[in-house]
Every structure is written in C-alpha cells, then in structure tokens.
C-alpha cells in the first residue's frame, strides 16, 4: 500500500470541495472495497477524506411519503430497518443476500452503490485492463469469461456490476442526491447514476469531479410482491451469475431487474408489459440485446428461468 494523507471532513462541503482540489483523493466510509484495491495498488489514492462523521446516517420518511436513507447507513442496519421490511422488502432481502455479516455492519449506502467490478483481470495488475488502465487492452474479451456481461458490453469492457442493493433500487426507482463542491445539489435517477463502458469503462457513474453522495431517497411504497432471487455459485459469500430484482403486482404485472448480467443494474421497462405473459415473453424483450460469449451464453437461459422461478413464487 502507498502512502497517503488523511483527514475527516467537518462538512459534507468540506469533503467535496477537498475531493475537488486533488484528482487522487478518495472518500472513505466502511472501506470494504476501496481498502482492498488500495493493498493491490489498482487504487492508489494520495489522500482519504473520511466522510464518516457527516451526520449521514439516518433513515427518515419525508414529507411527501418518499424514505429518505442516508449515505452513510451501514447495510445491516438498512436491512433491518423496519420501514424498510415492510415497505420495500425487495431492498431488505437483495441486502441480505450480500457478502458477509461482518461485512454488512462496516458498508455503506453510498458504498455499496460506488463498489467496483469483481472482474478477475481488474483485479490482476499483471493482465491488461482498461477500467485500471485505460487503453491497454480488455483480457477478459479472449479470455476466461464466464462471469462477464451479456448485455451491454463493448469492445473496451466486458465487466458486469457486482452488487445486489443496486439491483434493487434500480427496480425501486430509487434517487441518489448529491452535493457538489461549489454546493450545488443535484437528483440523480438510479437509472442514469450507472454507466455503460461504451470506450471509457473506467468512467463507472454519472458522479462528476469532487461530488458526494449524501443520500438515496425511495419512492412512495408501491405494494405487490417484494422477491429477490440471486444465483451463484455457492451459497453464501459469492457474486451473482444472475439475480433478479422483481415487485409483482396481484394483476401479474410488475417491474424487474436483473443483476450480473451487464456493467450496470438492467432493467428494460418494455419487458415489463409482458410479464403477465410469462417469463418467456419478458425475457425475449429483456435480453433482446444479448451479446453473450461462449463461455457465459448460460446466463441468456439463466436469466428467463429465474425470472420463471420469480414468477412462479409470486403466484405462491
């Protein structure tokens, strides 16, 4: 690990304009991700602003019906929230099904919504990349692929997004605020905060230079059925090969995301229409873009047949 310098910011103003002034600094909350991309250099921060004793760390309903969560609330505690369980379980249950424990009593909102791939040639400083180092190349392209994208991808980058609350509220419509160094607010909906690599996958979200994220609001409850369905590997501690994300409606209809299938949570509110149909018809829309290798051409299956289960389990 390089050295760096350090401080804990006295403002969420503070922080963003201290982030602003030096390209190589990083915010650092639970640090369950940055600290470990330090410790293998992909990261290499000269200074760490500590944004921990912002204040940023409730959960609060706002006055038009929406929850208000704070950047800085620890998944545990979101997940065990009590609003959340019984309003937006389909939160609660794709936290659950993150990491570890241990790991969820440290991470962050805000975090959680900022972690980077688990691609095993981003991680490997000896193989190119060009989310580490742009223009070198994209291993994974020749390479061993059968945790990367189907949907999405370019020539540049065939990553996918490793986490599961995003997942979630991509299917929520969930929005993140921020705050920029001049301290201009901004809305960021879920839909447009992640990006697609297009040439530059090491541009991951809409965040620009020095911007802070203080909070994810979520709409106004909107029933249904909450079901959060991953599949991995093995069963506790892994990455997804596919989760779905889905609110089902006692009509049949409803919306859905999927997760490790693309640089960003998918949702295609077209598909949308035709769950009432069956998963079969929603995945034909929802996967018409599929790009798959052979290695991860599974994953086109993988998707309708989780989404079947889904379904299935909507229908009790």
């Not at 061993?144 to 986490?163: D, K, N, W």
């Amino acid at each position: 690990m390089r050295a760096f310098t350090y401080e804990r910011a006295a403002s969420v103003e503070s922080a963003a304009k201290s982030a602003a002034a030096n390209d190589k600094a990083k915010f650092i909350a639970g640090g369950t991700n940055l600290l470990d991309l330090m410790k293998l250099e992909i990261e290499t921060p000269t200074h760490l602003i500590d944004v921990n004793g912002l204040g940023l760390d409730t959960i609060e309903p706002t006055s038009d019906g929406r929850l208000r969560i704070g950047a800085m609330v620890r998944n545990t505690d979101l997940a065990s929230n009590e609003t959340v369980r019984r309003d937006y379980g389909l939160l609660s249950r794709a936290l659950v099904a993150g990491a570890s424990g241990q790991l969820r009593n440290k991470a962050t909102t805000a975090g959680n919504l900022l972690q980077r791939t688990r691609c095993p040639y981003f991680y490997d400083t000896n193989q190119p990349c060009n989310k580490r180092q742009p223009g070198s190349g994209c291993s994974a392209l020749g390479g061993f692929s059968r945790q990367h994208a189907v949907l999405g991808s370019s020539e540049a980058c065939i990553a996918t997004y490793p986490g599961d609350m995003a997942i979630a509220m991509r299917a929520l419509d969930a929005v993140v605020e921020t705050v920029k160094p001049e301290g201009a607010t901004r809305s960021i909906p879920i839909a447009e905060f992640h990006r697609l690599p297009g040439d530059t996958p090491q541009i991951e979200t809409a965040l620009e230079a020095g911007e802070i994220i203080t909070a994810v609001t979520l709409p106004a409850p909107i029933g249904g059925q909450h079901i959060y369905r991953k599949v991995r590997d093995r069963a506790s501690y892994a990455f997804a090969l596919v989760s779905v994300a889905a609110v089902i409606q006692p009509d049949g209809s409803g919306r859905v995301a999927v997760g490790g299938v693309a640089h960003k949570p998918w949702r295609v509110e077209a598909a949308e229409a035709e769950l009432p149909k069956g998963a079969k018809a929603a995945a034909s829309i929802l996967l018409a873009d599929a790009r798959p290798t052979d290695q991860n051409r599974f994953k086109v299956d993988l998707v309708e047949r989780t989404l079947g289960a889904v379904l299935r389990e909507a229908r009790g």
